[in-house]
């Protein structure tokens, strides 16, 4: 205990930073520990390239956008709230967790969670993910570890298996044509969010950090 409140006590507002994103104090310092061990240089703030001893991101196919979503545009370090915001994201929903329609949507709710996925597919931030988006979708430039890279090798990645172009673009296509209710060629967040209604997306977006 007295380590913990030790920790705590050299993080600025934190009792408000974990309000805000519902780790205990247990969870901040251990948050913390990993942002210290991150940051080799111990300047207080991280660089896209300090993530990559974050291994479950190092081998996530999207990992590179998923790092990049720490950065706001134009940003090259991310400080320890944001760090900690941003991780939030990726904790499971809290189900018995009442309902205030006066409070801001928890970071971890579905709603919110669906938000952080479709960002990182909408790389132009027109609200929409866009054919062109879903195949070659690069990254913010200057933000990934190790070149841009477009969805062609995301998808390759998750089939596990060489294919062409051309297969990959009837994928993408079919891809649209069955969320794309509008039939404007693009994917809008409501129809991202339809597509995904049977999908246990706290699941999926659940990564350990915490180990």
């Given amino acids: 205990m007295g380590s913990t409140n030790s920790t705590l006590s050299k993080i600025p507002n934190v009792k408000e930073l974990m309000q805000e994103t519902g780790f205990t104090p247990a969870h901040v310092v251990r948050l913390y520990d990993r942002f210290e061990a991150l940051d080799k240089e111990k300047t207080g703030h991280l ?3 300090d993530f990559g001893a974050i291994n479950r991101l ?5 990992g590179d956008r998923i790092i990049g979503a720490f950065f706001s545009p134009g940003q090259e370090t991310v400080d320890f709230h944001s760090f900690v915001r941003i991780l939030a994201h990726f904790r499971p929903a809290d189900q018995k967790r009442p309902k205030d329609p006066s409070m801001p949507e ?8 669906l938000q952080f996925a479709f960002q990182l597919y909408d790389q132009d931030k027109d609200g929409k993910i866009s054919r062109a988006e879903l195949l070659q979708g690069h990254t913010r430039p200057g933000l990934c570890l190790k070149c841009q890279h477009p969805i062609s090798e995301v998808l390759r990645s998750m089939l596990e298996m060489q294919v062409t172009e051309e297969q990959l673009e009837s994928i ?5 044509q069955e969320a794309d209710l509008d039939k404007d060629d693009a994917i809008s967040f409501e129809e991202f969010r339809k597509s995904l209604e049977k999908v246990n997306i706290d699941h999926k977006m659940s990564i350990r950090f915490l180990r």
Avoid: F
């Fill in 47 to 49: 660089r896209p390239q």
């Fill in 58 to 62: 190092a081998m996530n196919p999207i």
């Fill in 106 to 113: 928890p970071v971890n709710s579905r709603t919110s969670k």
């Fill in 172 to 176: 993408a296509d079919r891809t649209i």
